[in-house]
């Protein structure tokens, strides 16, 4: 085996044949049991299977102040011991992976009309989309903070309304929701489609698209 | 008796002691070569300086004994046995100038790395199989922790889908000709509608014009739909049974009565 | 990358904003993740889970000097680096022993003919060996994941080659194929070239073992 005259132990000459092993290989020894249990390991179970004589807490003890400060620690477990890593280090364990996903359709439609018309109930998303918004959608824009519950409307039922965030400007690069451009400008810069999307009408979007218009942003169509 | 037996077989006691411990050992052989690697030993030299001679001249009785014995070999062997005579009657005839192909020595010395090389992967083999190993000598980490793998979805979407699709709600109204059209549409559901209730009044020939609804006589777009549509719902009846219609000459006018017989 | 100066951080003040961590702490990165991880972690993992700055390499070569002689041990395999307990100390162990399977004489051959001649088609195999390699012995090889497939040799019919993977390497506590025993003994004596046979005449081996070879392993050699 492997000697290791530093550290600690200035043993003097064998006494018995079945002397234990120096104090810094019963460290070692501790050190891989630690290392390749599969769960926290109680002392007398690591001097169990430590040659006789060995004396299992001082030597976790060494091992236990060895590792102070490192990236991973000897740590007590109930009356068990195991290696952890050390829980200033945590953000490593994780990988983080990115991935970009094209937002839903039915997601800029109703981002949109929140933008064009805040602050927006889920009903006059719905008239002006003319099909019924999911509860995903919303939630989804929610969690992405592009938009937030703005003021309760002053109308029966007092339903809640949505508005859009600093972050949903940050984002697009726009200092307020007001500088979205309007249906003219967006027409004069040729951002209007010409036909009608595939599917448009076959989705059913029924006739109740002559409701009253929301107020809100929407003046600013009618230029 | 004996010293006849003993002139059948030429070899000398150890090995042909050898010979027949592998005839009986044959099936845990793996082909002649391994028989070769095993037969070289006996010659207890390094395998560079073995007599490939000597080793053919062994093999070949090996071969013998395992004949006289009726043990059948696989053919494998048989072709080895084969060549081997060929190499060694190479190997003790003088050189065939005339002769083509590799001389005996090259054919020798090629068996000879043949076996070193096959005894050198056994070597290494065993060297490999006696290294310190994972799960039995040493270990990996028991209670890994799993490095956690945070996906965040990030969504995008430009200011350009943004307007877009606002644009595309918004200017839906200006898609509507599409629809509209409909409105200079009369179909046939709707002349049929409308026939129903009219056919009824129609106890004589009439001219199917008359049928038309109010207000779709004047523009020609939507008198011409309310037309076929009228027609069509017409014969729709007359194959119901409730109508009769006649036309008196390409281009006359198409007339209508009530059907009274089948009611 | 960043520059340091010495094991123990003896900073200056930032020069920038983004500066690498102190190589100490670099160290206790390396050693948590690879105390986490059971299998091998290379070291572009490391180095993508670490700030920005870090240089793994450099870390890990202090790491793998730090647990010199300790219970564990900072091990290479292939590109990847892992942390495994020492050799030595396997008694310990009965408890984590995993029963391998036991392999044939044939597939232990096998797979040191692969590893010696890597990349080594079926065809080599069986003439080194002189008898036909069965299937099985190749499939349990592969399930085993000591071997895969490797590029196709570019002789005619293009044969498949198989070589051994990382998995190989971390059983047998190789840092790579070059560290296989008595290797370049092998290759110094010529009993890992692919010598054709003289003439036509052959042990039994297929004919199209004449084209130009890369004569396996030894290529490794040729820095």
Known sequence: ?????????????????????PIAEQERMIEAMLFASAAPVPVRDLEARMPHGCDAAEALAHLRKRYEGRGVRVVRI??????????????LMQKETVETRKLSRAAIETLAIIAYHQPCTRAEIEEIRGVSVSRGTIDQLLEMEWIR???????????????????????????SARDLPGLKELRAAGLLENRPPP????????????????????????? | MSDNLFQEDPLPVAERLAAEALIV????FEGPLDVLLTLSRTQKVDLRKISVLELARQYLAFVERAKALRIEL???????????????SRLLLPPDPSEEGPSGEELAAHLAFQLERLQAMRDAAARLMARDRLGRDFFVRGQGEDVARIRTVTYSATLLDLM????RIRTRDEFRPFVMDRDSVFTMEQAL?????LIGFAGSWTDMVSYLPEGWGGDPVRRRSATAATFAASLELVKEGHLEIRQSDTFAPIELRKKESGQ
Chains 1, 3 share one sequence.
């Not at chain 1, 109930?78 to 953000?91: E, N, V």
């Open chain 1, 78 to 91: 109930g009356d068990a011991w195991a290696i952890r890593t050390a829980p200033d280090l945590g953000f």
């Open chain 2, 164 to 167: 877009q699709g606002y644009a």
């Open chain 2, 25 to 28: 050992d044959v099936d845990g």
């Open chain 1, 149 to 175: 519950l703005g003021r309760r409307k002053m109308t029966p039922g007092r339903p809640v309304t949505f508005v859009v965030t600093p972050e949903f400007l940050d984002h697009f690069g726009l200092e």
């Open chain 1, 1 to 21: 085996m492997t000697e290791h005259p530093d550290d600690d132990d200035t043993e003097g000459p064998a006494e018995s044949l079945f002397e234990a092993p």
């Open chain 2, 74 to 88: 696989a053919a494998d062997y048989l072709v080895m046995a084969a060549w081997l005579a060929f190499l060694k």
């Open chain 2, 193 to 197: 509608e409308r026939m129903r209730g």
């Open chain 1, 199 to 223: 599917g448009a009408l076959s989705l059913g979007q029924s006739e109740d698209e002559d409701g009253p218009e929301a107020d809100g942003q929407s003046e600013l169509f009618e230029e």
